[in-house]
């Protein structure tokens, strides 16, 4: 039978209001990998900061090899021998590879270090020599050098976030025969944490699904589950609320054509010859795991992104070349992802950031009158009930719901050709969400163009006339509406297509 | 156990930075009669005097505004550069870039008619403070530079490069001795309105109007707060947030450089290394105190002007001039602090929230 080298029981952890994990059992066999696997904010990262140490559960109780760990923390978890790779590299960019791989105290290499140094090199196929600096190594080397490092410093329960987010799919692959060798050779015991269902078949032996800070599955075999079990585990049962979909379709208002868009931080393509369309009076939903493309899509149709190749093309005119407020003369919004940091800059007071979409425009100006500001707001106080006690108060009082409609009214209050929505709804609580999205179907009936990008599956088939499904930077499916259904699209949207 | 949570009130009263002034202002007094009270003085006799001597007559009015006049440009530049949230601490550097060009110009160039010449020489001013904040602003914008730093580092350049012209190239030979350039003629001296009160004032006035216009109802100074807020969100509305900046510092510099040409032309009539007494350190209190409120900075930079002609006329009672310095710094003192509580609140939460 399996040794269980760690076990976490009724782990509970909240974060203000919000409960990121409800009572979750955990556990790790020796010298297997373990996938875990669940949507954005399921609780996949708050679990593995509880393992290694750096968040507090507020219940529940942690077992390393039986024994009962009064109170992790990071340098504990270290000692224990639990390591994480984050998202985020953690190396010193003009460090060697030899001084990062033994900075750490633990660090077990130190007197026979190129012998070890080769042994791995061998298993992880490096090419690079020791001496060799961080900012010289491509992505792919990075993360074998931050996987490393764990060894290096004795880790022998390895959690790795999301490691193949950066990889190329020959790296991806590569990473596999690696992990494979270090728990059968060396007896590692690794946690795999993706949404990627490819992924977590080939890698691993033992899946555990999150759903909502809920664990719905744990321990299952990875030979014995089909994808579409882990997809309904994952996604859960969604009911689909409906709108009336009688809407008229028009002329082709948005057309984009053959996109290549390459991100300078990775190496893997952002973006790969995306081409759609978007009707007058038609809702294009856009659906995709975070990070596959969406932000920078849209931030190339909004035109804050220039650097790219292919045409966007508004009502048949070609306005590849040209910038936001040329794109926003045309009648374009965009309701970027982000709400406060980008849609409103934070520090700034309610007035101000409710003229940012045509602050320009001679109906605010020539100069800014304070008067025209304010009756601008207050009007769109009144059309979209925000509720903004104080116009000079900053705009980060203001509930999440108020920010968004503030947002949305200002972007959709000069009746748009072209609306560009990425995730209108996050973080909303229903009345809110029943508020935005009467306010996108309005404008699908006034003939408007709406492109909207979502993780929410719920959203995407109750607004959608069409939805086309993103993976790494690519469109891996198309459906109609009435064609569609939740299993395939989110099967796509895990990369699985049949 | 419980924790102590600070946040943001959401609705700060309008006056409240003036409420938080007086604030630091009262507590400016009390600290500097305590200081009278162990030195022996009468803390009421010396202010009294103080007063007296710096707004009782329109000739000590007349002095105090003078005074005022370089702190309220330099603050007002200050304060265009921090609607982008940068700060400059180098107008003391700019102050003697603007004297230094104004006295280029000068010696450069002769022009026949007066008032043009005036002008155009604190137009050299204006462009000399600029040039002096050009390198941090470029380094700002192009590398991310800390503009703190530069600045800083920049009025200690520009104070050794004040040394080496007044002990070099320009040195008055009639000195005798005394470090400082030759005097500018009568002719380009600003005049005055009425007592000794210098034109350089008017200037003043119309930069504050100015400011304030530029910050408050300017699409540009629309554009520097939202770049201000956050920069992502400029990109997403079109603004070229690094140009704004930019502009904003050379518009900044260039005010206090302004500064150092009317202090030359009214009150030096010569560069020297006392062309600015601190200046342009004072000016950065008084623009923090007033929160980069334009009105503000001319109000309070017109009272630090009588306070700073009050603490030299009171040396004649053997009391230190640096009275004056004591009470601008704990003012500054408690209007920051009074000002954090006007615009936070602190809330006690239990830990198992």
């Known amino acids: ?498 | 156990m419980n924790k102590y949570l600070i946040s943001k009130k959401i609705v700060t009263n309008d006056l409240s930075t003036f409420y938080s002034f007086l604030i630091g202002l009262s507590v400016g007094i009390t600290i500097g009669s305590i200081i009278l009270l162990v030195q022996g003085q009468n803390p009421i006799e010396v202010f009294s005097l103080m007063l007296r001597l710096s707004v009782g007559s329109i000739k000590s009015i007349s002095s105090s505004l003078n005074k005022a006049t370089p702190l309220i440009l330099a603050g007002l530049g200050i304060s265009i550069i921090n609607s982008v949230k940068l700060w400059n601490i180098g107008a003391e550097g700019q102050i003697f870039m603007g004297g230094i060009a104004l006295n280029f110009m000068y010696i450069s160039f002769e022009i026949s008619n007066s008032k043009l010449s005036i002008i155009l020489l604190l137009l050299s001013a204006f462009i000399g403070g600029s040039i002096c904040i050009l390198l941090p602003a470029a380094a700002k914008v192009l590398f991310g530079v800390n503009e703190i730093i530069t600045t800083l580092l920049f009025n200690y350049i520009i104070i050794g490069f004040t040394v080496y012209l007044v002990n070099g190239p320009w040195k008055d030979p009639n000195s005798l001795n005394f470090p400082a350039a030759t005097y500018v003629g009568k002719e380009v001296y600003l005049p005055t309105v009425f007592g000794r009160l210098s034109y350089g004032f008017i200037i003043c006035i119309l930069c504050t109007a100015g400011v304030y216009y530029l910050k408050e109802k300017s699409v540009f100074g629309y554009e520097l707060r939202i770049s201000g807020g956050s920069a992502l969100t400029a990109i997403y509305a079109g603004i070229n947030a690094k140009q704004k900046a930019f502009i904003a510092m050379l518009i900044g510099g260039g005010l206090a450089g302004l500064a150092g040409g009317v202090e030359l032309l009214s009150q030096t009539h010569r560069v020297s290394t006392g062309l600015s007494q601190g200046f342009g350190y004072t000016a950065i209190i008084v623009a923090a105190i007033t929160g980069m409120r334009p009105l503000g900075i001319f109000l309070v930079g017109s009272l630090f002007g009588a306070l700073t002609i009050g603490g030299t006329v009171i040396q004649t009672m053997g009391v230190s001039s640096y009275i004056a310095d004591v009470i601008q710094a704990t003012t500054l003192f408690g209007a920051l602090i009074s000002q954090f509580f006007f615009t936070y609140k602190i809330m006690k939460v239990s830990e198992d929230v």
């Open chain 1, 1 to 498: 039978m399996n040794q269980i080298i760690l076990e976490a029981k009724n782990i509970s952890k909240s974060f203000g209001k919000t409960q990121a994990l409800k009572n979750v059992d955990f556990y790790l066999n020796k010298a297997q990998i373990h996938g875990l696997l669940g949507e954005n904010g399921a609780g996949k990262s708050s679990l593995m900061n509880i393992l290694s140490g750096i968040y507090q559960p507020e219940t529940g109780s942690i077992y390393i090899e039986g024994k009962k760990i009064k109170k992790l923390n990071p340098d504990l978890a270290a000692r224990f021998g639990i390591g994480m790779v984050h998202q985020e590299f953690r190396l010193i960019n003009n460090f060697s590879i030899k001084d990062n791989l033994t900075l750490s105290r633990s660090n077990i290499y130190k007197d026979n270090f190129e012998e070890a140094f080769e042994k791995y090199s061998d298993i992880f196929s490096l090419s690079a020599e020791s001496k060799t600096l961080i900012n010289e190594l491509s992505v792919g080397e990075k993360q074998k050098i931050e996987i490393m490092k764990l060894i290096f410093n004795n880790n022998n329960i390895m959690l790795l976030d999301e490691p193949t987010a950066v990889l190329t799919p020959q790296e991806t692959n590569q990473l596999k025969i690696s992990l494979k060798k270090l728990s059968s050779e060396d007896n590692k015991t690794i946690v795999l944490i993706t949404h990627k269902l490819k992924e977590i078949q080939e890698f691993t032996e033992s899946i555990f699904v999150l759903k909502d800070g809920v664990m719905v599955a744990k321990d299952l075999k990875t030979q014995s589950v089909t994808k579409n079990d882990l997809i309904t585990l994952m996604m859960g049962e969604i009911k689909i609320s409906k709108v009336r979909k009688d809407n008229l379709k028009g002329n082709n208002k948005l057309e984009v054509k053959n996109i290549f868009f390459e991100n300078n931080h990775s190496n893997v393509p952002t973006l790969e010859n995306i081409s759609l369309t978007v009707q007058s009076g038609e809702v294009l939903g856009i659906a995709g795991v975070s990070g596959n493309g969406q932000v920078e899509l849209a931030n190339i149709i909004s035109g804050i992104e220039r650097e790219y190749k292919g045409k966007v093309i508004v009502n048949g005119k070609n306005i590849s070349n040209q910038g936001v407020r040329a794109r926003k003369n045309l009648n374009l919004s965009y309701i970027p992802e982000n709400r406060l940091g980008v849609g409103l800059a934070p520090g700034v007071s309610i007035i101000d950031n409710s003229a940012v979409k045509d602050y320009f425009k001679s109906r605010l100006g020539p100069h800014l009158s304070s008067n025209k500001m304010l009756d601008y707001l207050n009007l769109l106080i009144k059309q979209f009930s925000i509720k903004a006690p104080d116009p000079k108060a900053e705009v980060s009082t203001l509930s999440g719901g108020n920010m968004q409609k503030l947002l949305m009214g200002r972007e959709l209050i000069s009746n748009p050709e072209v609306i560009i929505a990425a995730q209108p709804t996050r973080g909303l609580d229903v009345s809110a969400v029943e508020a935005l999205h009467e306010l996108i179907i309005k404008q699908r009936d006034n003939g408007a163009a709406v492109m909207l990008v979502s993780e929410d599956l719920d959203e995407l088939f109750k607004l959608s006339d069409r939805i086309i499904v993103l993976y790494e930077g690519q469109i891996v499916r198309e459906f109609k509406i009435d064609e569609a259904d939740i299993e395939s699209v989110g099967l796509a949207m895990a990369g699985s297509i049949e």
